[in-house]
């Protein structure tokens, strides 16, 4: 079994340090959480990429974090299987509210609760009543675990220190609520300009009507404008078909997959070359001559070897980065721009911006209350920034009252009173100093469930107490321009996703920065999502993919909300003595984990990358 161990942490990329205890302690590891050899691989590059740890050795001294990973793995596990079962908090709610009488038990029922959702129980009302005339003192009293919170902001994370003179914390400056709400909302800011590069599709699309010639139609365009780009530089030489024999050296381009269902390994990388070129016949690749490659199916390669008999081709060098069109590069100003309507004119300096970014689930998994989107308007309403970007799930598909259906609402009018109205208030008291962006998520229960993604239709709100006045909704993925500063979205998890699909090699010495490769992928592949097949749970329509997919322009800022560890990241494409194009990645994290808060990004956009300040916050 050991092993076993062994060979299947080298399918996953890792390697085992030459040590007598690694091994044994790792058997004892899949014996006392009853896990195979593979789970046990699994669970180690997902504790490798939430640590975000250097190099692919597995080392002793990784072995105590490893094991609490895993227990905390057993223990969520765990929590799942007994859902009948009182826990601390429900016990604790049932003290701090009385005796638990009959009476109380009907107040404390999933449907008495879900008819105060819409009651901000952070926010002080005045005479002792909330604006709905309720009496806030029940909700008031309601103990939950994210309100028990002895900190409630803290920065867990700050990009470029040395320049956090706009955006350093202080707890005066956080926990001051003293100041008169009327000089607050009187004192002038800048407002920012707001233009969309690519928000595809439109609402009211037709969808999930994609054939099998679409799908064929989306790989070979893929293939055939890489080819193009790759033909035209002229550096690589004259394009030939990789699946001829051939004794001379020759370059291709084509499509890495897979040779059979599973996950893709060193042994089953196949070649698919275009319809054009070789009818779109596929070759076995070799890849033992070489050092460094980081391969995913559905990637775009271009690359060079010799295919001596017809079956193997052997790779010499693998170019993964496609070159990028200057218009990409370096788009016009009012290259496909349109503005938002009825935005603000700017009156800021160009390329200087303040933002505040989070990622859905927005409520924690125990209560529909969303407790941590208040307390994010909150904070945005001390620190002023000019856009307020969230991303879903707004209306989380799987948080569990949603999945096990007590709720006694709608999931469309949750979001309209939980999300909608709560923004509505933000946007009346900032003015149009904010303006705030939606982006949905594939796991929005009230939304189409379909990838890529219309926005939300705002526009037909059938409630006019609904306004939308500095609200803005946008696809998923979509890009944007705010104070000529470039951004990408796209709430899908494609950096988990591609971590469980890429296959990599490094040299010996050499230390890699796996999480910036898995992001860069995006940039060099020049798509939101190059992943082919796609990952079990995205619906991928290949008939809205092609325009809706496409990197449009170079972004100075991308978002890639994820399930993993939240990070900041400077990512370069090109060569540094040419100059390097720079893009600024970040996952701000989810603002909701489970019964706790999460963390969100508070960015100082300051005209380069280099004066920028950037920090992900806890809450």
């Not at 250097?54 to 990784?62: P, Y």
């Not at 775009?300 to 693998?318: D, E, L, M, T, W």
Request: charged share 20%; aromatic share 8%.
């Amino acid at each position: 079994m050991e092993e076993e161990i062994k060979s299947e942490f080298n399918n996953c990329s890792f390697s085992i340090e030459e040590d007598d205890q690694i091994l044994p302690t790792l058997l004892t590891y899949c014996i006392n959480y009853k896990l195979s050899p593979s789970d046990l691989a699994s669970s180690w590059e997902a504790y490798y990429l939430s640590s975000q740890l250097t190099g692919s050795v597995v080392k002793n001294g990784h072995l105590d974090g490893f094991l609490l990973h895993l227990q905390n793995e057993a223990k969520e596990k765990l929590n799942k299987e007994e859902t009948n079962v009182y826990s601390s908090n429900d016990i604790d709610i049932l003290i701090h509210n009385g005796s638990g009488g009959p009476e109380e038990a009907i107040q404390n029922s999933p449907s008495s609760r879900n008819q105060r959702l819409s009651f901000d129980v952070s926010t002080p009302q005045t005479n002792g009543k909330s604006q709905s005339g309720k009496d806030p003192g029940a909700s008031a009293n309601r103990l939950t675990p994210f309100g028990q919170r002895t900190t409630k902001f803290s920065a867990h994370f700050v990009f470029n220190n040395a320049c956090n003179g706009a955006n350093e914390l202080t707890s005066q400056e956080i926990n001051n609520s003293d100041e008169d709400d009327i000089v607050r909302r009187v004192r002038p800011g800048q407002k920012c300009s707001l233009i969309v590069i690519s928000s595809q599709p439109r609402s009211g699309c037709r969808f999930m009507y994609d054939r099998t010639e679409n799908q064929f139609n989306f790989l070979e365009n893929r293939i055939r404008k890489s080819t193009g780009m790759f033909t035209r530089t002229g550096l690589y030489g004259e394009l030939a078909d990789a699946t001829v024999a051939s004794e001379e050296e020759i370059f291709a381009v084509g499509l890495i997959t897979c040779d059979a269902e599973g996950h893709l390994n060193d042994k089953s990388v196949l070649l698919q070359c275009s319809a054009e070129h070789s009818c779109g016949q596929r070759v076995r690749l070799d890849l033992h001559n070489l050092t460094k490659f980081s391969l995913f199916p559905g990637q775009v390669v271009g690359i060079q070897g010799r295919n001596p008999s017809g079956h193997y081709f052997v790779a010499s060098k693998v170019f993964n980065s496609l070159p990028i069109p200057n218009d990409i590069a370096h788009p016009p100003a009012k290259k496909q721009a349109r503005p938002i309507e009825d935005a603000p004119s700017t009156s800021s300096p160009s390329r200087v911006l303040s933002a505040i970014i989070a990622s859905g689930p927005f409520t924690t998994s125990d209560n529909l209350l969303f407790e941590p989107l208040q307390e994010l308007l909150a904070y945005a309403r001390r620190r002023e920034p000019q856009l307020l970007i969230l991303m879903g799930p707004f209306v989380d598909s799987e948080h569990p009252n949603i999945k096990k259906g007590t709720v006694d609402r709608s999931f469309r009018d949750i979001f309209l009173i939980e999300i909608i109205s709560r923004l509505q208030d933000f946007t009346q008291y900032m003015g149009s100093n904010t303006h705030v962006i939606l982006l949905p998520s594939i796991r929005d229960a009230h939304h189409d469930f379909v990838f890529p993604q219309a926005s939300f239709d705002l526009n037909l709100l059938e409630d006019s107490r609904y306004q939308v006045d500095y609200i803005t909704s946008l696809a998923n993925p979509s890009s944007f321009s705010a104070n000529e500063i470039i951004f990408g979205c796209c709430t899908v998890d494609v950096l988990k996703q591609l971590s469980g699909e890429e296959i990599s090699r490094n040299p010996p010495n050499e230390l890699s920065d796996r999480i910036g490769i898995l992001a860069t992928h995006l940039l060099k592949q020049q798509s939101f999502y190059p992943l082919y097949p796609p990952a079990i749970g995205v619906p991928l329509d290949f008939s809205l993919a092609p325009e809706a997919l496409k990197i449009p322009s170079f972004p100075d800022v991308l978002l890639l909300p994820s399930d993993l560890a939240p990070f900041i990241k400077v990512l370069s494409i090109g060569n540094e003595n040419e100059g390097a194009i720079k893009t600024m990645c970040v996952n701000p994290g989810r603002l909701a984990k489970g019964i706790g808060g999460g963390t969100f990004l508070e960015l100082h956009y300051n005209r380069q990358i280099e004066k920028t300040n950037a920090s992900i916050i806890r809450i």
